[in-house]
């Protein structure tokens, strides 16, 4: 007996660390790295309620019972944030069709050396109008076969500031630009916009910063707002975030620029993990642009992120 009840002890110590993270991830952010634990949310709830069934065959049956009602109020403000984000995309998405393009977003990773010619590869055989590309330099090798089935794109051009790159298949205007968001990391948003099938098309590509670099990821959503601000029409920014869709900054960044998530949030990372891995590479449109379909790559090809392509949908005003 007084073993069963040192164990119960221990476990209800640790749940007690772990709810502390749990209600952490829900709540304002107050301290470092919190950020960080708001996109990991789900997970971490799910993980609560898992450790809540052993409480519970431990004989704590009132502990188990508290450790899975924090885990099911965690999954229910998940929910809240995400049901009427989807609301909102299926609202714009009914409207009728007037074209359709896809577009393909991958963090290459900068030490996956020895992949370019696969990732290339891949790449012209998924055949996507638009290709965005982050932590782009081991592809070098294979630029040129990458630029000859795209011939317009801007970034890369040169080795020591190549992170971010955007081609297309259709030519881009003049006005498109590489641009900063912040000073820790340069170079790392591109501007530019398109005309596909006859209609013009603001393309934006960006990598933001770890979360856990104090709160360096924020301003520099603060920067991408106002520059998204700026753009008129149909609007597909996508790159890596390094935040999911349901953490503040992001939904901080999708109210104050009016942009609609995709219809799922296939997990990019850690790429073990599938779909059921955090988003936090993904892509967001403004109406009348919206994302009818998006999906994880299957095979990550030596990175530590996978890609997704989306169908970008343009649809009547």
Not at 93 to 110: E, G, K, M, Y
Not at 231 to 249: C, H, T
Request: proline content about 6%.
């Amino acid at each position: 007996m007084a073993l069963r009840a040192e164990i119960r002890g221990l476990l209800t110590g640790l749940g007690l660390v772990a709810a502390a993270v749990v209600v952490a991830a829900s709540g304002p952010t107050y301290i470092p790295g919190q950020a960080l634990l708001q996109s990991l949310r789900p997970h971490l709830a799910v993980g609560l309620l898992v450790y809540a069934v052993v409480v519970l065959f431990s004989g704590a049956r009132w502990r188990a019972l508290a450790l899975a009602g924090i885990a099911a109020v965690s999954i229910a403000h998940t929910a809240w944030i995400i049901i009427p984000q989807q609301q909102a995309r299926a609202a714009v998405a009914a409207r009728p069709t007037v074209t359709q393009f896809d577009l393909l977003s991958f963090n290459v990773l900068n030490t996956n050396k020895g992949n370019s010619a696969p990732i290339v590869d891949m790449i012209l055989e998924r055949d996507a109008d638009v290709v965005i590309l982050m932590e782009a330099a081991p592809l070098l090798p294979d630029i040129e076969r990458l630029r000859t089935a795209y011939p317009y794109g801007i970034g890369c051009e040169l080795e020591a500031t190549c992170d971010t790159l955007l081609v297309s298949k259709t030519p881009l205007e003049k006005s498109s630009r590489l641009a900063d968001l912040g000073h820790i990391f340069p170079r790392r948003v591109i501007y530019a916009a398109s005309v596909i099938d006859g209609h013009r098309v603001n393309l934006v590509a960006a990598h933001l910063t770890k979360p856990y670099f104090d709160y360096f990821s924020v301003a520099e959503a603060r920067v991408l707002r106002k520059g998204l601000n700026g753009l008129e029409g149909p609007v597909v920014v996508a790159g890596d975030f390094n935040a999911a869709p349901w953490s503040r900054n992001l939904i901080r960044l999708m109210r104050n620029a009016d942009l609609l998530t995709g219809n799922a949030y296939p997990g990019t990372w850690p790429v073990e993990l599938g779909d059921l891995g955090v988003p936090i590479d993904t892509m967001f449109t403004r109406a009348p642009a919206v994302i009818t379909s998006i999906e994880g790559l299957p095979d990550p090809m030596g990175s530590n992120h996978r890609g997704i392509v989306a169908q970008i949908t343009l649809v009547e005003q």
